[in-house]
């Protein structure tokens, strides 16, 4: 059952002379994991805030088509209700801390309480998500005195407590140092894991690869491409835009040209190029082993 | 950088058990009575039998003298020292240099007036020493302080430490590029003004960021708000509260009926 489901949206913002999202529709299944992927320009943020209520409701501008996330419809719901619905987290740490809150719980609490939450059941909410994130011994820390991942995965944490239906994520990642983009992915995982819906827009794309179920790439604000990471991340659309290509792919494209990959398919995991490497002749392998790295 | 703004100095006392408005609202009862009673001795009296024993009731004497002091023996004592020389009251000279020539009565005008500043800010400074100032905000924002206000007086006190971090980086930056930031005052002034402009803009583009952030966290929600903390609201507090109110209208009434 689709979850979220956008029609035909067009979204400009003021001031503005091109539209930042053209004749976009997609539908994302309860439970998926999407990753979003696209040249800077693409339109992922504008589709982020679209899917999060703050287009419309915050940027103001036009927007046409129908975006629709668990039966209730944007144009005819306030903000307040929405962000109940759509979690959002972004890429600067730094400014998702509130600087209302003395300490990393006060911190992760402070939606809790602006939704009315009583005091018991914020308590354990909060308890159980700092547990899920794996960051309990922060707890008493000053959200100013972490380090970026640290901070990412409490801005993450804030928005799970809030018990969202979706999950969206605009590069969680990129102003990580490698120990926090591990730290914040695998935080992304659980939550998939848990079955919650997610929408990741990401330029990592050894980690899309490894834990999407779809990919959707963007450019000029219009879908490109949709499917698996398999069939997007190495697709000839995507390469010749320059973005979204794995490494293994392009070893592999390079392996092609030599005649030393001998497979119809290209990798876009560690496992599949190795096993294409080792193998040539066998057919890649299945899905469900992608992840086992 | 990471210091806090703020003097709050943590210790379990009477003091610091109090509910934030009843310490409030000894603060303000503090004020008023030493400005409203027409009595000179009783910002003196409220100094050394409220204040003073009420900052070792709270643990928090030796903090207490240390901000007060260096917060105030500036502030009063230049403005003792202005009034004693230059108030024409009329009375017996003490001595003559110029045209200076304070009198006693000015003397005694000066210390009752340092005297007020005194209890003020020796009383703010109690306040905040013992006194959470999230605790405080959420227990004014239960008691239908708009949520808006309570997170603007909050976030500058936790930003303001950032900022300043901030401006140390760009100023490191401009510095490796030749900014002159050692030499003359004006120089040093004028070299300021390219600091200005990144880090206003760069302030202005974070505030719609963390805006869309809270926002997302349901700033604006129109449901009624809960608070993590429970801050005891107990009925000595409500007695204390009272007490103080009827002290400050006793206050007032002497002050219309004596002059």
């Given amino acids: 059952m689709a979850i979220v489901n956008l029609q035909n949206v067009t979204y400009q913002y003021p001031l503005t002379s091109s539209p930042a999202l053209r004749d976009v529709s997609l539908q994302i299944n309860e439970g998926e994991f999407v990753a979003v992927v696209g040249p800077n320009g693409a339109g992922k943020s504008t589709l982020c805030y679209t899917l999060a209520g703050f287009v419309p409701h915050f940027f103001k501008g036009e927007l046409t088509g129908t975006v629709e996330v668990a039966g209730s419809e944007t144009h005819s719901s306030t903000l307040n209700e929405w962000v109940m619905n759509v979690g959002l987290a972004f890429q600067n740490p730094f400014n998702q801390i509130s600087g209302a809150k003395y300490t990393v719980f006060e911190e992760i609490a402070f939606g809790l309480e602006n939704i009315g939450v009583p005091r018991d059941e914020m308590i354990s909410r909060v308890e159980d998500a700092m547990k899920l994130t794996d960051i309990s011994d922060l707890a008493d820390r000053s959200p100013y005195s972490l380090s970026g991942g640290q901070q990412q995965r409490v801005a993450l944490t804030s928005i799970l407590v809030m018990q969202p239906k979706v999950l969206v994520l605009d590069e969680p990642t990129s102003q990580m140092d490698p120990i926090g983009t591990r730290e914040v992915f695998g935080v992304i995982r659980k939550m998939a894991e848990q079955g919650m819906t997610v929408i990741l827009v990401e330029h990592k794309v050894e980690w899309i690869a490894q834990f999407a179920d779809r990919v959707i790439a963007l450019k000029d604000g219009e879908v490109l491409l949709e499917g698996t990471p398999g069939e997007v991340l190495t697709s000839p659309l995507v390469e010749e835009s ?52 | 950088m990471h210091e806090r703004l703020s003097f709050y100095a943590k210790r379990d006392s009477l003091l610091h058990r109090l509910n934030p408005l009843t310490k409030l609202t000894l603060v303000f009862g503090f004020v008023l009575i030493s400005f409203l009673t027409p009595f000179y001795w009783t910002p003196h009296l409220l100094i050394l039998f409220g204040v003073i024993p009420l900052s070792f009731l709270g643990k928090v004497a030796r903090e207490y003298f240390n901000t007060s002091l260096r917060l105030i023996l500036p502030a009063a004592g230049f403005l003792f020292i202005m009034q004693a020389l230059f108030q024409p009251l009329e009375g017996r000279e003490l001595f003559r240099i110029w045209f200076l020539h304070p009198t006693e009565e000015s003397v005694m005008y000066a210390f009752g007036n340092a005297m007020r500043i005194f209890v003020m800010v020796s009383s703010f400074t109690l306040f905040l020493l013992t006194t959470h100032p999230s605790e405080l905000m959420s227990d004014l924002s239960r008691r239908g302080l708009p949520g808006q206000f309570a997170y603007v007086v909050i976030s500058t006190l936790q930003i303001l430490p950032q900022m300043q971090a901030k401006a140390q980086t760009i100023i490191a930056a401009q510095r490796s590029r030749g900014l002159d930031t050692e030499s ?76």
């Fill in chain 1, 242 to 293: 320059g973005f979204g290509i794995s490494r293994y792919t392009s070893v592999a494209r390079k392996a092609q040209k030599l005649a030393l990959w001998k497979k119809h398919k290209l990798p876009v995991t560690l496992d599949e190029a190795t096993e294409g490497f080792a193998h040539p002749l066998t057919p890649n392998p299945s899905p469900e082993r992608r992840g086992e790295q």
């Fill in chain 2, 184 to 259: 003359s005052f004006l120089r040093r002034a004028s070299s300021l003004i390219p600091l200005v402009g990144p880090l206003v803009f760069g302030s202005l583009v974070e505030v719609e960021e963390r805006a869309i952030a809270i926002e997302a966290r349901g700033f604006t929600s129109t449901r009624v708000k809960t608070s993590l903390h429970a801050i005891p609201d107990t009925n000595s507090d409500r007695l204390i509260r009272w007490a103080l109110i009827l002290l400050i209208l006793i206050s007032l009434a002497v002050r219309l009926w004596l002059s």
